[in-house]
């Protein structure tokens, strides 16, 4: 069976506009071959689900600069549980303090890319983490 | 000697020679482009005497938490010298949201102060009084409702609206191109706009309207020639907006003042600040027929580059913040915010702040930068990148008056399209080593040792139930049916002509909270949904 294209949804919950960074990575993902689906800006986590369940995701990056992580994250995987998506493999990239990161983990949060990742990083991570979960048995 | 293998090219990407000398400016004509510090077309500045005079406003950038919170961080400023006064609020505040919207779940407080209405702002300016400082407020969408609160605030401290000065942001269109904290359609934002110029050129003469900001445009990923240039193509627009909206160039453009990012290309920068100064000056004169002299002379505030901090090794981020203060002085900038080393990770602890205000006072007091004007204007390498910016910035000015403004340019993408293809090629570099960046893809520290921990100003997750239960309480001890009256009065003044600075002062007095008055605009008005590019 040949490998599937990774499906991306690149969301940016809150009320931030500061879109830099999500669209630099959408790009990114794309020009690596993936298909990405880019939600705009002030998203909802219901909205975000819902776009996850539509599109197929195989992942959702999100985009949080402005410190809502804490409030914004426990949301959203509460409602990917409730959604029977809790196979989508969820990342996380902005301004985040080391004292948050083990909280982000907790909750499921796979990855936390700070200022200064590079892309590759990213997309090896991705590419990475969604071939060992299409191994895993189940899915 | 064999040149190293690296491009040599400024952040922007523009090519650098290896020498400048006389060939470099052909026709060099030093009253017609430079002309004497406070002499058009203002390239070397706009005051005869420099810093001379006047030093530069050392204004930081503050704000976080409950307004008692962000009071006390402004009373610490103040007493450590700082000039004047710089308000950041926090995203429910900049969107028009009250702290129980469901969008503010999170961010209350958060990356500035919470201010809902006219109570919060009487308590962020407790004990500082508004006719001796000049404050700041970073504010767009509603401003002309912050300005409200502030202006009532002086009212009842008893200043004099006519003497009180300071700015508000106030420039919608850099929000449509690059930060995105819209609320309304463009064109009644531009109406806002407007009607702040007039009320103020009545009533508040000192105070400065808008600050045209290439700030947030740069951040996005913009290049230094398309900061400049999208930058002061919006103050062309405002100026035109003015004008259509009935007053003289003359009554409301010495009003206007700018904001510009201070980035680490240390020339270029210097560069852009001067050939801003002469592109306004000529526009100004040329387009608009200005005659007074003020209206020609370029006013800017300028921060260093908040992109260019990095999460690894943050001590660092106080070097690049220095030599970034120290181009932004070298160009004349009339106002400066110094970032915190912290700034990649969270908002800035007390520390780290007064550490930024003390990079200022070096730079002003011990380098001996601002003794002389302009010291590098004749330099061949900067006059001709002076040159160069304003050149591609004429071009950037062709062809958005072919698309018919800069509105329909944003209504087409164009300006954010250009920003994120630069905001791309930028990232790329990085990638592929062509741009370097210390401890980020070179003299990286290896993992687990060597990265400084630096403390990290935690934000009191009560600070929002706070402000939840302040507003609850608002609500149920004003008085309600005024409030209403003020409300509506509001939607009539926004669906007519009526200027809406009075009626929202009114709403203002009454406690209307700043999602009412907002949410009683998007009634008349409706909200704008940008097609997301990438």
Known sequence: ?139 | MKERDIPFQTISGRPIERLYGPQSIPGFDYGAELGDPGEFPFTRGIHPSGYRGKLWTMRQFAGYGTPEETNRRYRELLSAGATGLSVAFDLPTLMGRDPDHPLSLGEVGKCGVNVTSLADMETLFDGISLADITTSMTINSPAPMIFAMYLVVAERQGADWRAISGTIQNDILKEFIAQKEYIYPPRPSMRLVTDVFTFCSRQVPRWNTISVSGYHIREAGATAAQELAFTLRDGVEYVQAGVEAGLQVDAFVPRMSFFFNAHSDFFEEIAKYRAARRIWARVMQDRFGAGDERSLKLRFHSQTAGVSLTAQQPMNNVMRTALQALSAVLGGTNSLHTNSLDEALALPTAAAATLALRTQQILAYETGVAAAVDPLGGSYFVERLTRDLEEESAGYFRTIDNMGGMIAAIERGYPQREIAESAYRFQQDVERRRQLIVGVNEFIAPAGDGEERVPILQIDEEAANRQLRRTERLRRERDGDQVKRALSALCEAAAGTANTMPALLDAVRAYATIGEMCDALRDVWGEYQEQAII
């Open chain 1, 1 to 139: 069976m040949s490998p599937s294209i990774i499906r991306v949804v690149i969301a940016k919950p809150g009320l931030d506009g500061h879109d830099r960074g999500a669209k630099v990575i959408a790009r990114a993902l794309r020009d690596a071959g993936m298909e990405v689906i880019y939600t705009g800006l002030r998203q909802t986590p219901e909205q975000i689900v819902a776009a996850a369940l539509q599109e197929d995701a195989d992942v959702i990056g999100l985009s949080i600069l402005s410190g809502a992580h804490n409030s914004i994250c426990p949301r959203l995987m509460e409602l990917l549980r409730e959604k029977g998506l809790d196979d989508v493999l969820v990342v996380l990239g902005g301004i985040i303090p080391d004292a948050d990161l083990p909280g982000l983990k907790a909750l499921g949060v796979s990855a936390v890319f700070r200022p200064g990742t590079s892309m590759q990083e990213i997309i090896d991570f991705i590419r990475r983490e969604t071939a060992a979960k299409a191994g895993a048995p189940g899915r």
